[in-house]
């Protein structure tokens, strides 16, 4: 049985960082092929990717938030840690993990199949 | 970057067909995958590989994909179905995942 759990404050002042972390059951990220992915969602609006780290710890970030995105996971504990700098009103939402997978034989990413419920960040002074 | 770009929303009454568009620069040459989102719950995959269905997904969920233009449609709705759906692709030049801008479906 798969699961994921988001954990972090839920307020955050602005200018601070946010640090998230994503504990995970029923697979592991150093199986070929497997990833986890960071999607946030404002109040409302539409889903957002922001990062995926890799089953060979490759990590890649959203192309306009990479300056403040730092991505990391520790095999031991089985989990994902999402850093994010110099928080604003506006990265208020619900920010969610999910496994995500990599299709080897035709070497491109593929589906986000099972995600945590989600954890509610608030960024206010 | 790449742009998914889908209707705001869609009002079906109960059994009839809810047909939601994604669209997007030869999207047919991308894999589509569409999630739900019910109020305050996560994402739920419900079509991958623009056409298939995970275990579990009902199959009055199909997906099609052709030129421009993905399509998640749902026969003979429920009120169940209420719900966000999104699309999302990969951007193979950045390596980003892009979502679609969501599609509420509305059972009358």
């Known amino acids: 049985q798969v699961t994921l759990r988001e954990s972090g404050p839920a307020l955050v002042r602005p200018t601070q960082t946010l640090t998230l972390t994503c504990t995970f059951s029923g697979f592991s990220l150093t199986t070929s092929g497997v990833c986890v992915s960071w999607v946030r969602q404002p109040p409302g609006k539409a889903l957002e990717w922001l990062a995926r780290i890799d089953w060979d710890d490759d990590k890649t970030y959203n192309t306009s938030l990479k300056t403040r995105l730092t991505i990391s996971m520790d095999t031991s504990k089985n989990q994902v840690v999402l850093r994010m700098t110099n928080m604003d009103h506006v990265d208020t939402g619900t920010y969610f993990c999910a496994r995500t997978s990599y299709d080897i034989v035709s070497g491109s990413y593929t589906f986000l199949d099972f995600w945590g419920q989600g954890a509610l960040v608030t960024v206010s002074s | 970057s790449y742009v998914l770009t889908q209707p705001p929303s869609v009002s079906v009454a109960p059994g009839q067909t809810a047909r939601i568009t994604c669209g997007g620069n030869?999207?047919?040459?991308?894999?589509v995958y569409w999630y739900q989102q019910r109020p305050g719950q996560a994402p739920v995959l419900v079509i991958y590989y623009s056409t298939d269905r995970p275990s579990g997904i009902p199959d009055r969920f199909s997906g099609s994909n052709s030129g421009n233009t993905a399509t998640l449609t749902i026969s003979r709705l429920e009120a169940g179905d209420e719900a966000d759906y999104y699309c999302q692709v990969w951007d193979g030049d950045s390596d980003n995942c892009v979502f679609g801008s969501g599609t509420q479906v509305t059972v009358l």
């Open positions: 030869k999207i047919e040459n991308k894999n």
